[in-house]
C-alpha cells in the first residue's frame, strides 16, 4: 500500500502522471483539506462555546467560522482542481487592496460614524465639542 502511494507521488511530481493517477490524488488530497478544515472547526467551536456564555455570540461565531471554512475550502480545494486560480487569487488580492487604499477615507468616516453611534451611545447636546 505505502509503495503505490509513493508511486503515486513520484509519478505526480515527475509530471508523467495519467488522468486517472492525477484524480486519485487530486480526490485524496480534496479530503484531506476538507477534514483537516472541518476538525479546526469543531475544535475552535469548542473552544468558543467554552470560553463565551451568551447564546448570541456564540451563534454570531458559529456563522463565521463557518463563512471562513467554507471560503477556505473554495480557495484550496478550487486550487487543487483549477490550474489558473493561482492567478485569480493574485488578481483578487490586488483588486481588494486596491480598493481599501482608494475608499481609505470613506471607510474611516463611514467607521467612526459607526462607533459613535454603536459604542459610545451618548446623548449629544448642542455645543459640545
Same mark, same amino acid.
Given at each position: 500500500?505505502?509503495e &503505490?502511494?509513493?508511486d503515486?507521488?513520484? &509519478?505526480? =511530481?515527475? #509530471? !508523467? @502522471?495519467? @488522468?486517472?493517477?492525477?484524480?486519485?490524488?487530486r480526490l485524496?488530497?480534496? $479530503? *484531506?483539506i476538507?477534514?483537516? /478544515?472541518?476538525?479546526?472547526k469543531k475544535?475552535?467551536?469548542?473552544? /468558543? !462555546?467554552?470560553?463565551i !456564555?451568551? &447564546?448570541?455570540?456564540?451563534?454570531?461565531?458559529?456563522?463565521?467560522?463557518?463563512? %471562513? @471554512?467554507?471560503?477556505?475550502?473554495? /480557495? +484550496?480545494i #478550487?486550487?487543487?482542481? +483549477?490550474e #489558473? *486560480? &493561482?492567478? *485569480?487569487?493574485?488578481? $483578487?488580492? $490586488?483588486l =481588494? @487592496?486596491?480598493?481599501? %487604499?482608494?475608499?481609505?477615507? %470613506?471607510l474611516? %468616516?463611514? +467607521?467612526? #460614524?459607526?462607533?459613535?453611534?454603536l459604542?459610545a451611545? $451618548?446623548?449629544?447636546v448642542i455645543?459640545?465639542?
Amino acid at each position: 500500500m505505502l509503495e &503505490q502511494i509513493n508511486d503515486y507521488f513520484a &509519478q505526480i =511530481s515527475s #509530471g !508523467e @502522471a495519467s @488522468a486517472d493517477t492525477l484524480l486519485v490524488y487530486r480526490l485524496v488530497v480534496s $479530503l *484531506i483539506i476538507y477534514f483537516v /478544515i472541518w476538525i479546526t472547526k469543531k475544535l475552535m467551536l469548542r473552544v /468558543i !462555546e467554552s470560553k463565551i !456564555e451568551d &447564546q448570541k455570540i456564540k451563534y454570531h461565531w458559529s456563522k463565521v467560522l463557518n463563512y %471562513i @471554512a467554507y471560503v477556505l475550502a473554495f /480557495i +484550496l480545494i #478550487g486550487r487543487l482542481w +483549477l490550474e #489558473g *486560480i &493561482q492567478s *485569480i487569487a493574485t488578481f $483578487l488580492g $490586488l483588486l =481588494s @487592496a486596491g480598493i481599501a %487604499i482608494s475608499l481609505k477615507d %470613506i471607510l474611516q %468616516i463611514w +467607521l467612526a #460614524g459607526f462607533s459613535l453611534f454603536l459604542v459610545a451611545p $451618548l446623548k449629544w447636546v448642542i455645543g459640545w465639542r
